[in-house]
């Protein structure tokens, strides 16, 4: 272990699935398609893969509490 950085075993995901991000979100994946089809949610295509970024799904909750009075 080097001096100074504390020793991980496991990092968060930067990007997750379908299946996960609509969990995280707690919508369904038919909703989260939805959302991304609406230019609501952004993705990340890798070769067949549509990924979503874990950051753009916290502003988008940021977003969603900021607008919501």
């Known amino acids: 272990m080097t001096a100074g950085r504390p020793h ?4 968060a995901p930067l ?3 379908k299946l ?3 969990r995280l979100l707690s919508v369904s994946p038919s909703t989260l398609e939805t959302l991304w089809r609406s ?3 952004l ?3 890798i070769g ?3 990924l979503y970024d874990v950051a753009d799904l916290r502003a988008f909750i940021a977003q969603k509490k900021g607008g919501a009075k």
Do not use: F, W
């Open 8 to 11: 991980t075993t496991e990092l």
């Open 39 to 41: 230019g609501e949610l």
């Open 43 to 45: 993705s990340v295509k």
């Open 15 to 17: 990007l997750v699935d």
């Open 20 to 22: 996960e991000a609509a």
């Open 48 to 50: 067949a893969r549509r």
